[in-house]
């Protein structure tokens, strides 16, 4: 939603302004400018990047553009996850939740979660560290640096396609100023011509710099902001449920452990305790 405001506001206000102002919006109409700038940033994106940032940044564009791909719900959902797992596991052992860990789209907890189980980053993360909780004796100092360690890695996997946008948006004016600067090579070519047809030629290369610093700036460089929100949204996640084993390896009970685990989330998503405890009860 406010992504489509946001477009709605740049566009009015750049149309508007210019039109006021006795400006022709059919002059700004210059498909091979756009060729030129658009298709030269597109090209050095898959140049720059690998196989796995350009399709990760594929997939992450919808939640930009969309909004967070979390939600106090899905948050709801992981804390009655880890707080069921380690219920279970005071109640009947460490060894108990084995089974589940080892295949959680069979596992009566996870099952439980369907939105958690398209998450596969996440429950690999999950099952991952509550494995070496059940088939090790590491205490819980080492378990949460081994769990920085990780959470560090993702942080950088996950911030890729944000970086990787950055780097096109800072790219984008110089590929203007090359549309332009082709621009007046075509107008060159045509001195000695019709004086309208070299004004309509200049208004052409000086279309191309306005369109990347405005494409840049106005479009780009936000959503590379937009991907950044999605990837910190999503390490919240990895941060939820370092707190809650750590917690856990210390001895703490499930709900202590889901509440240390409620305390790391933002405070626009994070569930109040007494939406967590009626969530918990209500499972």
């Given at each position: ?161 944000s970086h990787a946008i950055?780097?096109?948006?800072d790219g984008l004016p ?110």
């Open positions: 939603m406010l992504f489509a405001v946001g477009v709605l506001v740049v566009l009015g206000s750049v149309a508007g302004g210019y039109i006021w102002h006795g400006g022709i919006l059919g002059v700004l109409w210059q498909p091979a400018e756009f060729l030129i700038i658009l298709g030269a940033a597109f090209g050095a994106f898959l140049i720059s990047n690998s196989m796995h940032t350009v399709m990760a940044t594929a997939k992450n564009l919808p939640a930009a553009i969309m909004g967070q791909s979390t939600s106090q719900k899905l948050y709801l959902d992981l804390l009655g996850l880890l707080f069921d797992i380690f219920n279970k596991a005071r109640r009947e052992g460490m060894m108990s939740i084995e089974a589940d860990i080892e295949s959680p789209a069979e596992s009566g907890v996870f099952t439980r979660y369907p939105s958690l189980l398209k998450n596969q980053r996440i429950i690999e993360f999950l099952t991952d560290n509550l494995r070496i909780m059940t088939t090790s004796n590491l205490a819980p100092h080492e378990i949460e640096a081994m769990i920085d360690t990780e959470i560090e890695t993702q942080m950088h996997e996950l911030t890729e396609p950055t780097r096109i948006a110089a590929f203007g100023i090359v549309a332009a600067v082709l621009g007046i090579v075509i107008t060159m070519q045509k001195l000695g011509g019709p004086p309208d047809a070299l004004g309509k030629s200049v208004a052409a290369a000086l279309v191309g710099t306005f369109v990347g610093i405005f494409i840049a700036y106005s479009f780009v460089g936000p959503m590379a902001s937009r991907l950044a929100e999605v990837a910190h949204a999503e390490i919240k996640m990895f941060e939820c449920i370092k707190a809650a084993i750590v917690a856990t390896s210390n001895g703490l009970p499930p709900q202590l452990a889901v509440e240390f685990a409620r305390k790391t989330l933002f405070s626009g998503e994070r569930p109040s305790f007494a939406q967590l405890d009626e969530h918990i009860r209500t499972r």
